[in-house]
Nanobody, 123 residues
Framework: QVQLVESGGGLVQAGGSLRLSCAAS????????MGWFRQAPGKEREFVAT????????YYADSVKGRFTISRDNAKNTLYLQMNSLKPEDTAVYYC????????????????WGKGTLVTVSS
């Protein structure tokens, strides 16, 4: 079992920045592909970014490419999402996700979910 706990959400003005963290416990994070997903009110959960087990490969949704950066520190068992140039449409609950060995781009492929952290971007 992998337990995931997100932190770092909050209220920010448009154009601002936030850094989300996801602390993992229960298993060694380096064995898992990791990702971030988000769910806005009234919408389905959607893919944001994913990173390989070593951190060497990343992939982003078009809507966040160039503004968000996913990274990981396997020694600290922690995943990060640096969010810059935030827009009101980025408002959502952001979820950390893990899957054994491979990267994640689809919700149905996620093995473990965190409980989420709310990001609100005001205009």
């Amino acid at each position: 079992q992998v337990q995931l706990v997100e932190s770092g959400g909050g209220l920010v003005q448009a154009g601002g920045s936030l850094r989300l963290s996801c602390a993992a416990s229960g298993r060694t994070l380096s064995n898992y592909g990791m990702g971030w997903f988000r769910q806005a009110p009234g919408k389905e959960r959607e893919f944001v970014a994913t990173i390989s087990t070593t951190g060497a490969t990343t992939y982003y949704a078009d809507s966040v490419k160039g503004r968000f950066t996913i990274s990981r520190d396997n020694a600290k068992n922690t995943l990060y999402l640096q969010m810059n140039s935030l827009k009101p449409e980025d408002t959502a609950v952001y979820y950390c996700a893990a899957r054994a060995a491979v990267m994640i781009t689809r919700t149905l492929d996620v093995g473990y979910w965190g409980k989420g952290t709310l990001v609100t971007v005001s205009s």
